[in-house]
């Protein structure tokens, strides 16, 4: 802080900001000074850091919703409906059927954003980060719900959407029918 002080001193940075009117943005490295430096410019700040929570609840800093979820969640109703997921599935994975049935499936906004909630009787490998990045696309309005049916009934894994990272899929938990669990103990 202080150098920045003595090249003030020194005319290298300007004492104030002129009379034009400039945006300007600045990103990179957190703790690199690039507020300071803008101070130092005398510019004014705009910090995404005062717009978060406005962009954590699912909604812009308009109020408008990031997803249409309601979109999402209708398309939630043909994964019910609907029993081959090959064109969610990994390729080229060498399982003997791609049928799943799926009993539930929804969309919601928690305080850390939004959340997919999925449960069947089996899953595919891939399969659940796959609809999820295809629901994406519902939800942002890069494909309609009709777009969705066809993926679904294409069976072919290139025309759905991509697959999100895995590092937010969570397994709650796994229920067994009780004489699956009366075989298995014997």
């Not at 945006?23 to 850091?49: E, F, Q, V, W, Y």
């Not at 990994?90 to 906004?109: G, R």
């Not at 449960?119 to 399969?127: D, G, H, I, S």
């Not at 890069?142 to 993926?151: N, S, V």
């Amino acid at each position: 802080m202080q150098k920045l002080e003595q090249r003030r001193k020194q005319k290298l940075l300007p004492k104030r900001k002129c009379n034009l009117s400039v945006n300007i943005a600045l990103t990179g490295t957190p703790g690199t000074g690039k507020t300071s430096l803008s101070r130092l410019l005398d510019l004014n700040t705009l910090s995404i850091n005062d717009y978060y929570p406005k962009i954590s609840n699912g909604k812009d800093v308009e109020g408008n919703w990031l997803v249409d979820i309601d979109k999402m969640n209708k398309s939630c109703k043909r994964l019910i409906r609907h029993k081959n997921f090959k064109c969610f599935s990994k390729s080229n994975t060498d399982v003997k059927t791609y049928d799943c049935d799926i009993q539930f499936a929804e969309w919601k906004i928690s305080k850390k954003g939004y959340k997919f909630s999925i449960r069947a009787n089996r899953f595919l490998r891939n399969m659940v980060r796959s609809i999820v990045g295809t629901m994406i696309e519902i939800g942002t309005q890069k494909i309609t719900d009709k777009d969705f049916q066809i993926i679904l009934d294409s069976e072919d894994r290139r025309k759905a959407g991509y697959s999100v990272p895995a590092s937010g899929l969570i397994l709650v938990g796994i229920n067994y029918k009780k004489n699956f669990e009366t075989r298995w103990k014997k």
